[in-house]
């Protein structure tokens, strides 16, 4: 009790200044209070933060009032938490709205909103962005610009600097053994007077350098005592406008400290034993105020296994069991190694090794027992297509329906162009459904398909639309399966009878493919058609742009076609970029007058979008304009130029997939990345881009970078944010994680009610795509 006496003592002599501990005295004293049951003096702690200066005197009164008022054993500090009686309990506090936490009214919980924060709960588990170890203080004479530090020192003097406009500068001079700093703050001039000459600080900021000597911009300070070092490792969270790093650090202690008897774990204790982990109540609280990195890791480690173990039972609760995937074999059905050489013999190529590998699985797969669940994954330009053909093949010699579902109708019509030809001279019957489709035609479909009169029907979404009913479905195919939804995949297959295979020409991390695909069998064509001439990619700023386009004034006088994509549809008040639109309209009048233009974007109707692609297809446009509708799937031979603007606003693996779009035949092709980057990731991503062309490598690096809510875009891949877990590297955890769900599964462990509800959570998420 004296020794938070005494710092009261030090905190009026500041100035109230709420500096005298670093994370603030406030929350220090609410900590100190929760510890020892002393709820109201824990709750004047907490609102200490939140009340105007010259209000803080008063509290401080109060505050040592309530401590002196306490008998003697009261400072000692109560046992460590135990769960709440009434599990019921747990959950709706966990829930509690951010209101609910002293100094935090509607406006400054509108804030948190902004933030993805509405509860305490998700306070609990949000992540901090870095750490600071402010363990670590550097001496002055080793300062180095641009590097962020503590320093720690004696305070020489102080003085209000004279600015121009609203903003006001506070400059302290700091001294240490090796040398003088001065420090800055801005727009805290009343700190002046508590930033005394003689008196001892610590601080962290960041080096600048000006006007040929170097400043410190003080980003936290804490006041020290004779003899005190100050510091600890400090959680830094992703801040909005009107919170600044104190207050949200106030928040999650408040947070903490609220909810922290109401924890319960989620993994089963033999499962926490067997892997080693924390228990949750102790990991999220190492998670937000570590002592020390080892700690902090080991905590991560243990919520992170939570996240995978709960979206790996709510995967494994989508799969169908195998039992239901058990059918009977067709004892006439012709050899897989003949049926091979027929399909091999009309094609008017040599199929690569990789590709007849691939073909063999999938054949045997089909003959099986069990119904085929497998995905195939290839880089751009693997030869996808044809042995989604092969498939197709089998299926027909097999007296049976084949389906095969792509995201968009440019795609879908493209692969109706490519299989035609040869799924009719193998005597198939082959159509195509889209939304554009005529309700004639669309009728006549739907009757032949009922009929078992057209064998392959190839589409869109509007596969899985009501009405579509095959007479005798037995291989379902989805295209770019990232674009389509649990759900989606599920009404495509309708039977657990009929053959799934998932095609996807986006590498994927094996962690995601683990993820996302964990209840499929895995192929990879690894191997790319010969003759094929590498794709020349050059990253390049702003400065050659006028270069750029002579260069796509040569290629297009050749006979070439380019394309010229750009990230954005309209303009955008937050992101400062050209809209295809004006960029299409600036080329048209200015750069290529004499050429032949063409606009695609998202916001065109399909058939419009149909009607651009066909012209650039057949030659009629000699540049196309446009926004990442190309990315997936468009094939056009004679486009030998991939100019992206604002490169580095894309990931690595869209990139690569525009990239992809060229190199389809024989000349050389050339991708251009013109961009301003400025960051060093951006700057190395655009270095990764132009240095391979190993799409799976690219992959690997893009999820390391990005993670892999951004890997496919925004919620396209299906699956829920992970909080914690990082597939990029914890795939050990990721592991233990399918392999624990599976002995869930089987009774082999034991689950808990927390385990279940939460697993069902992210099943229903999952089962909303």
Same mark, same amino acid.
């Given at each position: ?7 009261? !003592? ?68 109560? =046992? ?106 801005? &727009? ?32 936290? @300070? ?21 919170? &600044? ?55 991560? /480690?243990?919520?992170? @296994? ?21 059918? =009977? ?187 996302? @695909? ?69 080329? /048209? ?27 650039? @297809? ?16 468009? &094939?056009?031979? &004679? ?17 690569? !997939? ?8 024989? !000349? ?39 993670? =892999? ?61």
């Amino acid at each position: 009790m004296e020794e938070v006496l005494a710092l009261i !003592q030090r905190e009026r002599q500041a100035g109230c200044c709420d500096a005298v501990v670093f994370g603030g005295f406030g929350l220090y004293l609410a900590e100190w209070a929760e510890e020892r049951g002393l709820a109201r003096l824990a709750e004047a702690g907490r609102c200490y933060a939140g009340l105007a200066l010259e209000q803080r005197g008063a509290a401080l009164a109060e505050m040592e009032e309530m401590l002196r008022a306490l008998p003697p054993d009261s400072a000692a500090p109560l =046992p460590k938490p135990k769960p709440a009686a009434h599990p019921g309990a747990k959950a709706p506090i966990l829930s509690m709205p951010l209101t609910t936490l002293p100094g935090c009214g509607s406006r400054r919980a509108e804030l948190f909103a902004r933030l993805g924060l509405r509860s305490l709960g998700d306070l609990l588990l949000w992540l901090p962005r870095d750490y600071r170890d402010r363990r670590a203080v550097t001496p002055i004479g080793q300062a180095a610009p641009g590097s962020q530090i503590s320093l720690r020192g004696t305070i020489l003097g102080t003085e209000i600097l004279p600015t121009k406009g609203r903003v006001t500068v506070l400059k302290c001079y700091l001294q240490d053994e090796s040398g003088v700093m001065p420090l800055l703050w801005f &727009n805290q001039t009343f700190l002046q007077k508590k930033l005394s000459p003689g008196r001892r600080l610590l601080v962290y900021g960041t080096v600048e350098k000006r006007f040929r000597s170097l400043e410190l911009t003080v980003q936290d @300070y804490q006041i020290l005592e004779e003899g005190e070092l100050g510091g600890g490792i400090v959680p830094v969270y992703a801040a909005t406008e009107g919170l &600044n790093q104190k207050s949200l650090r106030s928040a999650v202690s408040a947070a903490y400290q609220r909810c922290a008897a109401y924890i319960e774990d989620i993994v089963p204790l033999p499962l926490r034993e067997k892997r080693m982990l924390m228990g949750r109540r102790e990991a999220i609280r190492c998670l937000h105020f570590p002592e020390n990195f080892g700690e902090l890791e080991f905590a991560r /480690r243990s919520l992170a @296994y939570e996240e995978l173990l709960c979206l790996e039972l709510a995967l494994a609760a989508q799969a169908a069991p195998r039992a239901e995937l058990q059918r =009977p074999r067709d004892p006439s059905a012709p050899g897989d190694e003949e049926l091979l050489r027929q399909f091999s013999a009309a094609l008017p190529f040599s199929l690569t090794e990789a590709q007849q590998r691939v073909i063999r699985e999938i054949y045997s797969d089909m003959s099986g027992s069990y119904a085929m669940s497998r995905l195939v994954q290839g880089d751009v330009g693997s030869g996808k297509t044809a042995v989604a053909a092969a498939a197709i093949y089998k299926c027909f010699r097999s007296g049976r329906q084949a389906a095969l579902m792509a995201p968009t109708e440019i795609l879908a019509s493209q692969h109706y162009q490519s299989l035609l030809p040869l799924l009719t001279k193998l005597g198939l019957s082959v159509s195509l459904l889209t939304g554009s489709t005529k309700s004639v035609e669309r009728k006549a479909q739907v009757s032949q398909l009922k009929a078992g009169v057209l064998d392959c029907l190839i589409g869109t979404h509007a596969l899985i639309q009501e009405g579509v009913d095959f007479q005798d479905l037995g291989l379902a195919i989805t295209d770019e399966q990232h674009r389509f939804g649990v759900s989606q995949r599920a009404r495509l297959r309708r039977s657990n009878q009929v053959d799934m295979l998932v095609m996807t020409a986006t590498p994927i991390p094996r962690t995601l493919a683990m993820t996302l @695909y964990g209840d499929l069998d895995l192929s990879v064509i690894d191997q790319l058609p010969p003759g094929r001439q590498p794709i020349r990619t050059y990253a390049v700023d702003y400065s050659y742009e006028q270069r750029i386009y002579r260069f796509l004034e040569k290629e297009i006088s050749q006979g070439r076609q380019a394309f010229i994509v750009c990230p954005l549809v309209e303009e955008s008040e937050k992101v400062d970029l050209e809209s295809a639109t004006a960029l299409f309209e600036s080329l /048209r009048q200015e750069v290529f007058p004499h050429r032949r233009l063409a606009l695609l974007h998202g916001r065109m109707k399909p058939a419009e979008k149909e009607e651009v692609m066909q012209a650039f @297809y057949q030659g009629h446009t000699d540049i196309l304009v446009s926004t990442t509708v190309v990315e997936v799937g468009v &094939n056009v031979p &004679n486009a030998s130029i991939m100019l992206i603007r604002d490169a580095e606003r894309f990931g690595l693996a869209q990139l690569h !997939q525009l990239r992809g779009r060229i190199g389809r035949g024989s !000349q050389q092709s050339h991708c251009i990345l013109l961009h301003n980057a400025k960051s060093d990731v951006a700057r190395a991503r655009m270095r990764i881009i132009s240095s391979t062309s190993d799409g799976f490598a690219l992959a690997e690096a893009d999820l390391r970078q990005r993670g =892999p809510g951004e890997f496919f875009g925004q919620r396209q891949h299906g699956l829920p944010e992970l909080r914690v877990a990082d597939l990029s590297r914890d795939e050990e955890l990721l592991e233990m994680a399918r392999l624990d769900a599976k002995a869930i599964r089987e009774g082999q462990l034991e689950s808990t009610d927390a385990l279940e509800a939460a697993s069902r959570k992210l099943l229903d998420f999952l089962l909303q795509g």
